[in-house]
């Protein structure tokens, strides 16, 4: 991966359940963005957290950095069958934006 | 709400042949990208424009060009086609380098 990794690789989870997605990168950095891959559209972000960050909102979700340990975390609660996608973690270094692997999530019914 | 539009969503061609994928933004950023994404999914960039100027060119084949005629626009050119050029091809925008990207629906391109 191009600096930055998300594990595990896949996740399934039943409606209504929480999960979480890790991500950890390698060098130092000013944000960190999770992005969201639904099928058949581009990526689409779901929350920047700054390096003076340790915690950030949006809804349903919940992003962690820690930026000792190089890591962050995304938690979606009370999951949803849309929330069934790849998740993305990424990073910015000179200009450029490097995204993780991914991780795949399904939410079955 | 779409802002970035790319055209066409599929193309299918020969190895060999030259192919251009369009890409408009409406949100008036000044930065612009291409990305690749693989059959793995993984998302690899390959340029960026601030405002008409390459400003980042990852290694990638010489065959591989971008163009961009205002800072609305970024078009990307492949001069003669490979198999392994078969990926699906996304647009981004940000209002700076760096920042919040706005991806397109992408354009998956198969080569025969």
């Known amino acids: 991966s191009q600096l930055a990794e998300e594990n595990p690789w896949a996740l399934s989870v039943h409606e209504g359940e929480s999960v979480t997605v890790n991500c950890s990168y390698k060098?130092?950095?000013?944000?960190l963005q999770w992005y969201r891959q639904k099928s058949g559209e581009g990526p689409a972000q779901l929350i920047l957290i700054r390096s003076n960050e340790r915690e950030k909102r949006n809804g349903r979700l919940r992003a962690t950095l820690d930026t000792s340990s190089q890591s962050s975390s995304l938690s979606i609660t009370a999951t949803r069958c849309e929330d069934t996608a790849v998740y993305f973690c990424a990073r910015n270094n000179n200009n450029r934006i490097f995204f993780g692997d991914g991780t795949q999530l399904v939410v079955k019914p | 709400e779409t802002a970035v539009f790319q055209t066409p969503n599929y193309h299918v061609t020969q190895v060999g042949n030259e192919v251009s994928f369009n890409c408009k933004q409406t949100?008036?950023?000044?930065?612009m990208y291409w990305y690749k994404q693989d059959s793995k999914k993984l998302l690899k960039i390959m340029f960026s424009?601030?405002?008409?100027?390459?400003?980042v060119n990852e290694t990638v084949p010489r065959r591989f060009s971008p163009q961009s005629s205002d800072k609305a626009h970024l078009n990307l050119r492949i001069k003669s086609v490979e198999p392994e050029d078969s990926a699906v091809y996304l647009c981004?925008?940000?209002?700076?380098?760096?920042?919040?990207?706005?991806f397109g629906s992408g354009t998956r391109l198969t080569v025969l």
């Open positions: 981004a925008s940000s209002y700076t380098s760096a920042e919040t990207l706005y």
């Open positions: 949100l008036g950023h000044d930065t």
């Open positions: 424009y601030n405002n008409k100027q390459l400003i």
């Open positions: 060098t130092s950095i000013t944000a």
